[in-house]
């Protein structure tokens, strides 16, 4: 490295120049973009090492179970780092979504322990936790001895920290004063509106601010336009159709999913006479302008269709439509972002959350060198460099978010994504009432909307059933 690069990032470790002018000047010397970003990540990890013991395990390796996910090309590109500031090795299996889920259910299962640490959707710690296959990470995240005094745990954002938070009775609230911390946030995705400019211009339309807009928005380009449809959402058989866009509006009209009454007994509440009308406006929705198989829609086939021009609109994961904006998708470069309120008299958005999230498997021999790389992991240096070097989106740090080079690079390639997220984070956060049958009461709720939409059941019929059926198998469960 020259004298001149030297200086300016020892000024940087000094807290006399902030990353962005850091980059700046090092792109005066020449230095490209992505060298400087590489080299202020070098650098910022070994200022980590002045003021905790990183090396406390050097020697140790441990093994970790992980989904094949851009949050994981991250991690792996800048695995160097780690094995250089703690002396660790690090082995990983990385297998496809679709299988992904039993891999670690299995490994928790067996009680095996081959993997140290694993990848987690929060909504699957509800499983985990109780069944004592993961510990309470509280453990470690406050003991100052095993976290290093940077790791700044409250710079994780509220909604989404206390999201992976349970104290593990079934309808208590997520992030309680006793909850336990099953899980630390990744990465997470809020559910907002992504829409082709072109298309919405092409019929003289404005973005939709609210659900009645949404439906006739969706409802002119199905007219307008050939070969388009207007609202890309969810429909498959899955507790995954419930959880991003019709949840994150049916919780902005203040509808719940369950009860919970005074003596900790759960009920149905899907079948109110407002559930109802919002049910009823959805399905309309998915009959006059959703796909003509959207009942086998997940999210890849949501996010292909908005990225092949085939739907002019999708209300789902923002990182979804962020992919489809790049890469060799047809309409990479035409896509915008906005926040969306359902509900016309709410003041902001309240998106339902998916978090990819790290976890300790219980029966590792290994939990305290574990932590180590769960910390890197989800710490603010490896989420800056993540969110500025890769596809790291979206962060679960205030840190990163207010990152002005991060913040430039989404502003000029993903319009309106900034803005989006800003407005709706606030309100972002998991809308569901945590309980051990979340996986098997929210599919049997997708399988109703199925019926609903092919007008083999009507709306409020379907919804009488389905409370029915909610709350006999919360009673045998002993939850209701």
């Given at each position: 490295m020259y004298e001149k690069e030297k200086d300016l990032i020892d000024a940087f470790r000094r807290g006399q120049m902030s990353r962005r002018s850091l980059i700046r000047a090092l792109g005066a010397l020449g230095v490209s973009a992505g060298t400087a970003g590489v080299l202020v990540n070098m650098v910022s990890t070994q200022a980590m090492a002045a003021d905790f013991d990183w090396k406390k395990h050097a020697g140790t390796g441990v093994k970790l179970l992980l989904n094949k996910h851009p949050y994981t090309d991250a991690m792996i590109a800048n695995l160097d780092n780690f094995k250089a500031l703690t002396g660790m090795e690090v082995a990983y299996d990385i297998f496809p979504e679709d299988v992904y889920f039993d891999k670690v259910t299995a490994a928790l299962s067996s009680r095996s322990s081959e993997y140290d640490a694993f990848m987690t959707g929060a909504y699957m710690t509800w499983t985990y936790g109780p069944a004592g296959w993961i510990p309470d990470l509280n453990e470690w995240i406050q003991d100052s001895d095993k976290t290093s005094p940077t790791y700044n745990w409250e710079d994780m954002l509220e909604g989404v920290r206390k999201?992976?938070?349970?104290?593990?009775?079934?309808?208590?609230?997520?992030?309680?004063?006793?909850?336990?911390?099953?899980?630390?946030?990744?990465?997470?995705?809020?559910?907002?509106?992504?829409?082709?400019?072109?298309?919405?211009?092409?019929?003289?339309a404005s973005v939709p601010t609210n659900m009645s807009e949404l439906i006739e928005v969706a409802a002119k380009a199905t007219k307008d336009i050939d070969g388009v449809y207007?609202?890309?959402?969810?429909?498959?058989?899955?507790?995954?159709?419930?959880?991003?866009?019709?949840?994150?509006?049916?919780?902005?009209?203040?509808?719940?999913?369950?009860?919970?009454?005074?003596?900790?007994?759960?009920?149905?509440?899907?079948?109110?006479?407002?559930?109802?009308?919002?049910?009823?406006?959805?399905?309309?929705?998915?009959?006059?302008?959703?796909?003509?198989?959207?009942?086998?829609?997940?999210?890849?086939?949501?996010?292909?269709?908005?990225?092949?021009g085939k739907s002019a609109m999708i209300f789902d994961a923002d990182i979804l439509g962020y992919f489809m904006n790049g890469g060799d998708n047809a309409m990479a470069g035409k896509l915008a972002y906005a926040p969306f309120a359902a509900n016309p008299a709410a003041s902001a958005p309240t998106p339902n959350i998916w978090i990819w999230s790290l976890s300790m498997s219980n029966f590792s021999s290994k939990k305290?060198?574990?932590?180590?790389?769960?910390?890197?992991?989800?710490?603010?240096?490896?989420?800056?460099?993540?969110?500025?070097?890769?596809?790291?989106v979206n962060p679960v740090r205030e840190s990163v978010w207010a990152d002005s080079g991060f913040r430039e690079r989404l502003d000029k390639s993903y319009p309106g994504y900034v803005a989006m997220h800003d407005v709706s984070a606030p309100g972002a956060s998991i809308k569901f009432t945590a309980q051990p049958l979340f996986f098997d009461l929210t599919t049997e709720w997708a399988s109703s909307l199925q019926k609903m939409v092919a007008k083999e059941l009507p709306v409020d019929e379907g919804l009488d059933q389905l409370a029915e059926s909610v709350n006999r198998q919360l009673k045998d469960a002993g939850l209701g």
């Open positions: 999201s992976c938070a349970w104290n593990g009775r079934p309808g208590g609230e997520l992030g309680s004063d006793d909850a336990k911390q099953w899980c630390i946030p990744w990465g997470y995705e809020q559910n907002n509106l992504a829409y082709n400019a072109g298309m919405l211009q092409q019929i003289g207007g609202i890309g959402v969810r429909g498959s058989r899955s507790w995954a159709t419930i959880h991003p866009g019709f949840l994150s509006a049916y919780a902005n009209f203040g509808e719940q999913d369950l009860n919970l009454s005074g003596d900790g007994k759960l009920s149905a509440a899907m079948n109110t006479a407002s559930s109802k009308a919002f049910h009823a406006d959805w399905v309309r929705m998915i009959q006059e302008s959703g796909a003509a198989d959207w009942s086998s829609h997940t999210w890849y086939q949501v996010g292909t269709d908005l990225g092949a305290d060198a574990a932590w180590y790389f769960m910390q890197w992991a989800s710490g603010p240096e490896h989420g800056l460099f993540g969110a500025t070097q890769m596809d790291f």
